[in-house]
């Protein structure tokens, strides 16, 4: 998971060409496993590297470490805690 600049970047790792593509997440901490679905982020074709849009990682970031606290604190979780984002 990085930051890119410009969307025309090729892959930082092999300089690949990256696609815009909606990805799941998966972060794992003191046993619990959440999941984001429905990211919107720039896969490279050919190493599957994941970048986010400017902020965009940022933001992930903040969403995950809020479910977690969540998770952790509420205890009403069952291993996997699922986020979805969807469009209405
Ligand atoms: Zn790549």
Do not use: W
């Not at 930082?12 to 990256?18: A, D, K, R, T, V």
């Not at 190493?47 to 977690?68: H, M, R, W």
Request: net charge negative.
């Amino acid at each position: 998971m990085r930051k890119v600049n410009i969307e025309k970047e090729p892959c930082s790792e092999c300089g690949g060409s990256l696609e815009k593509k909606y990805v799941s997440q998966e972060f794992e901490r003191e046993r619990v496993a959440v999941r984001l679905s429905g990211l919107l982020a720039l896969v490279c074709n050919d190493c599957g590297d994941i970048y986010f849009q400017p902020g965009g990682a940022d933001k992930v970031a903040e969403a995950t470490n809020s479910l977690f606290e969540l998770a952790i604190t509420e205890r009403q979780h069952k291993h996997q805690l699922t986020a979805q984002i969807c469009q209405v």
